[in-house]
């Protein structure tokens, strides 16, 4: 008898990008979308079309370039959401329609104000809608845990006679409990009850409000769920979504126990934490399950004891078949390119030799400050290096210069590098070196922004480890984040700050994003 399989729904880019002070650019989010086609997951669901036109040409972008996973798109069970979510996946080999509407009666009564019919013909009349687009149609009763079982069959009941071929049980507000008498028997219940179910992929969708998103995923999976959908790190609206690196290597690793199988290349799982946390500025915290600083890590002398003489003894898997490097090999100022390039290569960057050119050049200048550039020294500084080439580019930061401390006002002086290649030097005073430097760059510029948010984090251990630093700025009711790494701290966060302030400007002077209803070039 064949082995079944569990398709993997990665909404990093729609649900995601819904955790609170995360705006991601196009360019950003085509990057995810490449390395979640590296990591070999069965659909992408690249945004909400209808939420704003950036959006929409984000999803199109995806559906266009990014070739093997069904590329989706998220709607409201509205004429205008499913349309614009159908031209913005048009041009995919495989698009999808992903219409959702809540079902529970506290969202009817009080965010839909509408009642149990109303919104029963509004469920079935925009799944034919999107039907009569592409085959390819997903529905998620919204708030499903929480739903009058009865009405929520009869629902599924009729969407899947609409043309529905996914059916999402979404535990929207993360209530379900895993166990079989909660999660597993709404399942069960959901296959005995609903004509034709048999016939859809029945899918879940998990929230971790109660820190038991993961959990719920795997028991509905035991349970008959044969697509489940989730976010890198498990980010996403409050506490998140289901963190599907957890899920993947759960399937995986407990093979014996769950007996199916799934696409995913567990080695790109990694490098695309990696990149979701560098892109969103959200942290992966060390204890972190699969992907976090010390997942790998021993600090018992009985832990050490027992890896040294067999890594079975305390490690369920191999660092290895989810992508963290193997070995650390450390740098220096007297390394040279190839030894470089082979480390670098051995983490998983494939550069050209103009590439390389430039990052050798930026690794010599990092070699001089430090004593021992690491692993993780290495990625902050391609981080810095995508960023920098990826993202809209109008000031550079060329000198910073700062005085004061204890008692005296804190003083700072930039000279900054204009779009028209010229240098601009302006000097502020602020209530510590960060804020001096900020209001600096704001005197150069002539901009006014809020900062309302500030994370420092150090990549490596010792006194010469490389900080970086998350900023967030706000101006005309729109946040945009800005990332910077250095050795100062002070530097770090003047690039921080000067990245969140150039897609300000850019997203200013942005005049040629398409209406809403059109499809880009």
């Not at 609409?162 to 979404?170: D, K, L």
């Not at 399937?251 to 560098?278: C, P």
């Not at 007297?334 to 983490?347: F, P, T, V």
């Not at 000031?395 to 601009?424: C, E, M, N, W």
Request: hydrophobic residues 40%.
């Amino acid at each position: 008898m064949a082995t079944e399989k569990v398709l993997l729904l990665d909404t990093t880019l729609r649900d995601g990008e819904q955790s609170a002070g995360i705006g991601m650019t196009g360019q950003e989010k085509m990057e995810i979308a490449r390395q979640l086609q590296r990591m070999q997951v069965d659909i992408i669901e690249a945004g909400f079309a209808a939420s704003s036109p950036g959006d929409f040409e984000a999803v199109s972008n995806i559906a266009k370039e990014v070739k093997g996973p069904i590329i989706a798109s998220l709607a409201r069970a509205v004429a205008n959401d499913v349309d614009q979510a159908w031209r913005s996946v048009e041009h995919s080999e495989r698009p999808r329609i992903h219409v959702f509407l809540s079902s529970s009666e506290i969202h009817q009564m009080h965010q839909l104000r509408k009642n149990r019919e109303e919104v029963m013909e509004m469920a079935v009349t925009m799944v034919e809608r999107a039907k009569g687009y592409c085959d390819d149609v997903e529905f998620s009763p919204m708030d499903a845990t929480r739903t009058n079982p009865e009405y929520l069959f009869q629902m599924l009941s009729e969407v899947i006679k609409a043309g529905a071929t996914t059916i999402n049980i979404a535990d929207t507000v993360g209530y379900a409990i895993p166990s079989s008498a909660g999660f597993g028997q709404l399942l069960k219940d959901v296959q005995a009850n609903v004509p034709g179910i048999e016939n859809v992929v029945l899918s879940v969708h998990c929230h971790n409000d109660l820190g038991l998103a993961v959990a719920n995923s795997l028991i509905a999976v035991e349970f008959g769920a044969r697509q489940v959908e989730g976010c890198i790190n498990g980010i996403g609206e409050r506490a998140g979504n289901a963190s599907l690196e957890e899920i993947i290597m759960g399937l995986d690793t407990r093979k014996d126990h769950f007996g199916v199988e799934i696409n995913a290349d567990t080695t790109q799982i990694y490098g695309a934490s990696r990149m979701v946390s560098r892109i969103t500025g959200m942290a992966v915290q060390s204890n972190k399950a699969i992907v976090g600083e010390n997942a790998f890590r021993h600090a018992s002398g009985i832990h050490q004891d027992g890896v040294i003489k067999n890594r079975s003894t305390y490690e369920v898997m191999q660092p290895e078949r989810v992508g963290v490097p193997g070995n650390t090999l450390v740098l220096g100022k007297l390394s040279g390119r190839a030894g470089l390039q082979s480390r670098l290569e051995d983490l998983g960057y494939a550069l050209s030799r103009e590439d390389m050119t430039k990052v050798f050049e930026s690794f010599k200048e990092l070699a001089d400050k430090k004593r021992e550039v690491t692993d993780r020294d290495l990625e902050i500084l391609m981080d810095e290096e995508k960023r920098t080439a990826t993202e809209p580019i109008s000031y550079t930061l060329d000198h910073v210069q700062f005085s004061g401390g204890d008692q005296d006002i804190a003083t700072a002086t930039v000279r900054l590098i204009g779009p028209d290649q010229k240098s601009a030097t302006d000097a502020s005073t602020g209530n510590g070196p960060v804020d001096a430097v900020c209001n600096a760059i704001d005197r150069v510029i002539g901009c006014e922004c809020e900062l309302v948010d500030f994370k420092v984090q150090a990549v490596t251990e010792g006194m010469d480890s490389m900080g970086s630093v998350t900023i967030r700025i706000e101006s005309a009711g729109k946040t945009y984040t800005g990332r910077g790494a250095d050795t100062d701290i002070i530097v770090a966060s003047g690039k921080a700050y000067l990245s969140a302030v150039n897609r300000m400007l850019a997203a200013d002077e942005e005049s040629n994003i398409p209406a809403v209803g059109t499809t880009p070039d």
